[in-house]
């Protein structure tokens, strides 16, 4: 009678085996912690960088509604300028047309 070939999975294992796995095992998921860990840094650097531009557009938000407010300024300012002028320029008006009337009034009774 033959005998079967005996297979490795059939062999039993001693207990030196096992620890030799276990501590396969350990290292493997130290490995895998420290790579997961160094991603994780890696990301928390990268949204320290956004953070960063953040803040940066921020304050250049900042700097153009200053500047908005600024022109703003500038505008009531020469706009309330115009109405100075108009004025006048209103006041002279009517002035020479009253003049011009009171001159055609004298060339009539001439």
């Known amino acids: 009678m033959k005998t079967k070939p005996i297979k490795s999975q059939d062999l ?4 030196g085996m096992l620890d ?5 095992l350990k290292a493997d998921n130290r490995s895998l912690s420290t790579k997961m860990d160094s991603r994780f840094s890696e990301m928390d650097s990268k949204f320290c960088g956004l953070e960063s531009k953040f803040s940066g557009l921020e304050s250049k938000m900042d700097k153009v509604l200053s500047e908005v407010a600024r022109i703003g300024t500038l505008v009531e300012e020469q706009n309330s300028n115009n109405r100075i002028v108009l004025d006048g320029l209103t ?8 003049s011009e009337a009171r001159i055609e009034k004298l ?3 001439q």
Do not use: A, D, I
Request: no cysteine; proline share 5%; net charge positive.
């Open 107 to 109: 060339e009539k009774r």
């Open 12 to 15: 039993p294992t001693t207990r």
């Open 20 to 24: 030799l796995v276990r501590k396969e």
């Open 91 to 98: 006041s002279l008006w009517q002035r020479q047309e009253r």
